[in-house]
C-alpha cells in the first residue's frame, strides 16, 4: 500500500533535486523520518525523478542478463572471481546517476563488489571492449570514476577488489 503522503515527499523530494540539496544521507534519512517512510523509497523516488522524461531503463531483462554472463565469461570484472558465492549484473554508472541498463554499462560482478562498490563508477576489466562503439558513453564512465580495474591481471585469484589504479579526481 502505498504512503498517504507519497504525494508530498515526491514533491519534497524533486524540489531537492532541482535544487542540487538532495546529495547527503542525512537528508534522506530526515526526510524518511519526517514522510515515515524507508530510505529506501525516498531512493526510488531520486531514481524516478532522474531518468523522467527518458525512454531508458534500469532495469534488465533475463535475455540481457543473460547476454551479460556469456560476453563477461561468468567472471567478475572487477576482481576476476570466477568461483564467487553470488553474482550480480552490475551498473558500471549505477542507476542512482541516471545509469542505463545497456549492456555498455553493465558487467557480472561478484556480489563481494558490487556491495564494496555501492554507488561508485569503477572501470571493469572489459571496459574498452564494452564501450568501443560508445565513445560518449566511455568518456561519461572515465569523468566519474574513481577506481580503474583494466590493469590487473585476469589470472590472478582476487579475495576483494583491489585496484591496479585508484583514481582521483
Request: charged share 25%.
Amino acid at each position: 500500500m502505498a504512503h498517504p503522503n507519497i504525494f508530498e515527499r515526491q514533491a519534497k523530494v524533486k524540489q531537492l533535486l532541482d535544487e542540487n540539496l538532495l546529495t547527503h544521507a542525512v537528508i534522506k534519512k530526515s526526510l524518511s523520518v519526517e514522510f515515515n517512510c524507508s530510505k529506501s523509497a525516498i531512493h526510488a523516488d531520486i531514481i524516478h525523478f532522474r531518468t523522467l522524461g527518458t525512454t531508458e531503463t534500469i532495469f534488465q531483462s533475463a535475455k540481457t542478463r543473460a547476454d551479460i554472463f556469456k560476453r563477461d565469461n561468468g567472471e567478475c570484472q572487477y576482481c576476476g572471481n570466477k568461483v564467487a558465492y553470488s553474482y550480480i549484473v552490475e551498473h558500471i554508472i549505477p542507476a542512482y546517476f541516471s545509469g542505463v541498463a545497456k549492456p555498455y554499462n553493465l558487467v557480472w560482478a561478484c556480489q563481494k563488489c558490487n556491495a564494496a562498490k555501492r554507488r561508485q563508477v569503477w572501470i571493469p576489466r572489459n571496459f574498452e571492449e564494452i564501450t568501443k562503439h560508445h565513445p560518449e558513453w566511455k568518456n561519461k564512465v572515465l569523468v566519474l570514476a574513481t577506481k580503474d580495474f583494466r590493469m590487473q591481471n585476469t589470472n590472478e585469484e582476487a579475495d576483494s577488489p583491489q585496484p591496479e589504479q585508484q583514481l582521483n579526481h
